[in-house]
């Protein structure tokens, strides 16, 4: 009778300690960027160290989606502009569509600047703003 507890012990044991509930998919939580559908901005100048507001369209595979942040590079004067939305639920309506953000674009210094927002991997709508 020890020997059946013990191992229905060591079993139980055995079965808790693989569990893998901290696993992304099993969680059903991923990352991914979102192409931006619609860029609407004006005026296209702005002062210094005041926020231009961007108002952006973004497309989300599906009802799981929603807007996590911006990933921007910034070479000199030019921007490179993509949305990453977050996909948290494992039970999703396969319901694509658009959701929308505010970008908001602030420079420390004059200049003409170009925002490039990434309508997919490799293409991109430029906007020109000056700042003064």
Partial sequence: MKKVQLFS???SLILLSCSNSNDEAENCLDYKHAFITAVNVEPMTVNM??????DLSYFIENSCGSF???DVNRNNKTYEIKVKAKYEGCQCNEIAGNLETTYHFRSPESGIYTLNFYTSAS???????YVE
């Fill in 9 to 11: 012990l060591f079993i």
């Fill in 49 to 54: 160290n005041e926020d231009l507001p961007i």
């Fill in 68 to 70: 996590y942040t911006f």
């Fill in 123 to 129: 293409e991109f709508v430029t906007k020109v703003v």
